[in-house]
């Protein structure tokens, strides 16, 4: 029986605090990754790698840009296994504290030209504690929503974890191209840029208010004092479902690299093409702003038709977008490159609107944490954190050209559509066949390991 559109399961008021609390964390994570990639692009390498010559200084500035998906596993790892043992709530707090305090030291750091070697030295330090708070908090974000949320809207409130990313970006560039419009090149330089991660402190402040007001999930609640339930740790998560996070990473891809390719190193690309920094941010911003409506619509249809199906159609579009993507923004025409760097993004965020459900149903209670956080994180670290880096060497290798940044993305996308077609759906957080699931238990999932099977109990319902 299929489950109409329309969700018929009322939300309880910790569902709805859930969702808040968990949409001001995505909102100040994207936030303050949305303005740092914007500004390795076009800031940070005449502020603290001026003493390189600008290829290499982009370069540097984009490497600085990675660490912080480096430092993603390290923190999905840590926070994973605490989340697992304690509970999603402490640790989302803390999370959220360390993500506001590193963006605030950013936005107070003097440049290479005042206190030397310590200005990019700091600006790494800072990236990593912002990399390492987010490696813990996307996914903790997620899992506390998803365990609140009703059964029939898990995808849904999924999704909204991830509408921080178009939202943001929205956010992100209507200020930066408001700072670039009323203020001098100078200016935007000496301190303009510095305005929109000092204003990340009240995100934080908002955002802790609401996140003391959140309970434990229930889900992790009635399974916690159990001894079969409770968490055995990173490596046996790895050992269990090694093959299942493996399987998630090379998914999500063709979403990761598209969204980066497209909105870090396309900035650059299109400054290169003589496009304006206030045509580039309206470009980001109406293009995002049009995902937030993608990946709304894709987290309705994920909780109807199944999450791998909305991650597949999403990818497919990522893949056109590959083919013709530098062909058609090298035409140098706006509209042509705004409608072309849209549908790449409205492609990835409809994609992106089945992640969240997807990973999290991957996994038992006792292990959910974790194993998403590794999951999410390691694409990142896997596929994410090169993208621009890779694009901006591999166009700099090839004296311009974009024929090899478009075989690799051609080929990341190819390789996660045939991976995705292999699988299934996983099971409910419960442990139960979705209506959509035609065909039994999925295959790789949890139910079908060692641990899966521990951890799945029958009677009157099923349960992890």
Request: hydrophobic share 50%; charged share 10%; aromatic share 12%.
């Amino acid at each position: 029986m299929r489950l109409p559109l329309r969700p018929t399961t009322p939300a309880s008021p910790q569902a709805k605090r859930a969702v808040t609390s968990g949409t001001f964390g995505s909102a100040l994570e994207w936030f303050d990754f949305s303005v740092y990639g914007a500004m390795s692009a076009t800031v940070f390498p005449k502020l603290f790698f001026d003493k390189l010559d600008p290829a290499m200084g982009l370069l540097a500035s984009f490497a600085t840009f990675g660490v912080g998906f480096f430092a993603r596993p390290v923190g999905g790892f840590a926070f994973g296994h605490i989340g697992d043992r304690v509970g999603r709530r402490n640790v989302l707090l803390t999370t959220f504290i360390s993500m506001g305090l590193a963006s605030l030291v950013i936005g107070l750091l003097p440049p290479y030209s005042s206190i030397g070697f310590a200005a990019p030295l700091l600006l790494v330090a800072m990236r990593f504690i912002q990399g390492f708070a987010l490696g813990g908090e996307a996914t903790g974000s997620q899992l506390m929503t998803m365990e609140h949320a009703p059964g029939d809207r898990r995808a849904f409130y999924g999704a909204l974890m991830g509408m921080g990313s178009p939202v943001s970006q929205v956010a992100a560039n209507v200020l930066l191209a408001v700072l670039s419009g009323v203020l001098s090149e100078d200016a935007f330089i000496s301190w303009g840029w510095r305005v929109p991660f000092l204003m990340s402190i009240l995100l934080v402040a908002v955002g802790i208010y609401i996140r003391t007001k959140v309970e434990e999930t229930p889900v992790f609640a009635e399974k916690a004092e159990a001894p079969a339930q409770r968490s055995t740790g990173p490596a046996a998560v790895i050992r269990g479902h090694g093959w299942t996070i493996l399987r998630l990473m090379l998914a999500y891809a063709p979403i990761v690299v598209t969204f980066y390719i497209v909105s870090v190193f396309g900035l650059s690309y299109l400054a290169d093409l003589g496009f304006s920094r206030s045509n580039t941010f309206t470009i980001i911003l109406i293009s995002n702003f049009l995902s937030v409506i993608a990946i709304w619509w894709g987290g309705r249809l994920a909780d109807v038709h199944g999450r791998r199906k909305i991650l597949m159609i999403g990818s497919a579009g990522t893949l056109f977008a590959a083919v013709v993507f530098f062909p058609v923004v090298d035409t140098g025409s706006f509209p042509v490159a705004l409608a072309m760097v849209a549908f790449a993004l409205v492609s990835a965020q409809f994609g992106n609107a089945g992640q969240a459900a997807l990973f999290a149903e991957a996994f038992p209670t006792r292990m959910r944490y974790t194993g998403s956080a590794l999951a999410l994180t390691g694409t990142n670290l896997v596929f994410a954190a090169p993208a621009p880096f890779l694009a901006s060497w591999l166009t700099g290798l090839s004296g311009g050209g974009t024929l090899s940044i478009t075989v690799f993305w051609v080929g990341v996308t190819v390789a996660a559509l045939v991976n995705m077609a292999l699988m299934s759906d996983y099971k409910t957080l419960e442990g139960a066949r979705h209506h959509f699931d035609k065909s039994g238990p999925a295959a790789g999932g949890p139910a079908d390991t060692p641990e899966g099977r521990a951890a799945v109990q029958t009677g009157d319902g099923v349960v992890r």
